[in-house]
Structure formats: C-alpha cells, structure tokens
C-alpha cells in the first residue's frame, strides 16, 4: 500500500470555494425601505430585544382568507434594540425563487436575509440556517407570527 499522500492544492482550493459558498450570499431579498407603506401587525418581545412584524395589506388579508400570499410580499422582523434599530430579518416571496436551492433545504418561494439597518448584507450569516429553523412552519407560509397575522384587523 502507498502512504497517504498529503491533499492536493486544488482539492484544498475546492474545499474553501465550498465553505464560502455555504455562507450568506446576497440573494434576491431587498431591502425594505418603506416600512410606513406596510402594516405592523404584532410585536415579540424577548428580554431586551423587541421585535416589530410588518408586512403588505395583500399578504393580511390573504393569511385572514386563507388564500395564498402573493408573490413580492415581504415579511419584516424589525430588531430594536437600546430604542435602536439592530437588524431587519426579512422574508420575501417570488415566482420561482425557490429553485436557487437544493429541492431538501427549500422554504417554497420564500427567501431570507439579515440586512443592517444601512440596507447591508451581513455576509457572516448563512440564510440555510434561516430557511431550516422557519422550515419547521412549512403548514403556516413558513411563519411563526402566522397567527397573529390572522388576527389582526
Ligand atoms: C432557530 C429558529 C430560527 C432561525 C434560525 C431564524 N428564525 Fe426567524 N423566527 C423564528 C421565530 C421563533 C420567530 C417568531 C418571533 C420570535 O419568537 O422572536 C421568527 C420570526 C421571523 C420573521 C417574522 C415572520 C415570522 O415568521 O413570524 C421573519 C421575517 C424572520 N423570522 C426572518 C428570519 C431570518 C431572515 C433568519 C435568518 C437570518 C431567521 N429568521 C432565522 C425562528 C427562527
């Protein structure tokens, strides 16, 4: 037998091209600028962060009617920290967008991002991690604030 031979350069190169391609990436989710044009339909508190949920009219009264969410919809978690924005979390949904991940780690149509409040990515984060834990809403359009959605007049 001959001895292990220590790893090629390229198969380390690939390697590394793999992890950076398992982190965040700008994807199609914008950044929402015009929270004054949607509804703040709940607020989660937990210990020192408050989050504000915020989304379209559209998407309300579809989640109210049982109907589907229109593509384009946006769903915003709002991170106050300190009386200071932190962070926005948001989803989006788009015809088709689903298929720029593997069939296993979908979330449907809907993407997710980690914007700074100055409409940045944080590229240290990997929306996989977003998409598996909201995965687990799968029966509520992938939203945990679901019904509070409904709820809301
Ligand atoms: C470990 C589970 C988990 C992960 C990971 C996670 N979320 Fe959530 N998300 C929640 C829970 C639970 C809520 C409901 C609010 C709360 O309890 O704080 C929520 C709420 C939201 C909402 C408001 C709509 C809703 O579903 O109620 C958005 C938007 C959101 N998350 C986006 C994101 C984004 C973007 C990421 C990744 C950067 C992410 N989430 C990662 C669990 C998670």
């Not at 926005?88 to 997710?112: E, I």
Request: glycine letters at 6%.
């Amino acid at each position: 037998m001959t001895p292990p031979r220590p790893l090629p350069l390229a198969a380390l190169l690939v390697g590394l091209t793999l992890a950076t391609a398992a982190r965040a990436e700008p994807n199609r989710v914008e950044f929402p600028d015009d929270l004054d044009a949607l509804e703040h339909y709940t607020t989660v508190t937990r210990r020192d962060v408050t989050e504000f949920m915020y989304t379209s009219r559209a998407a309300l009264d579809a989640i109210r009617a049982g109907g589907e969410i229109p593509d384009g919809t946006q769903i915003i978690l709002q991170d106050w920290r300190e009386g200071e924005v932190y962070r926005l979390f948001v989803m989006q949904k788009g015809d088709g967008w689903g298929a720029d991940y593997a069939a296993a780690t979908r979330t449907d149509d809907w993407q997710f991002q980690w914007f700074w409040p100055d409409g940045s990515v944080n590229m240290d984060e990997n929306t996989a991690r977003c998409r598996a834990c909201h995965a687990a809403r799968e029966g509520r359009d992938f939203m945990f604030t679901y019904n509070d959605a409904r709820r809301y007049e």
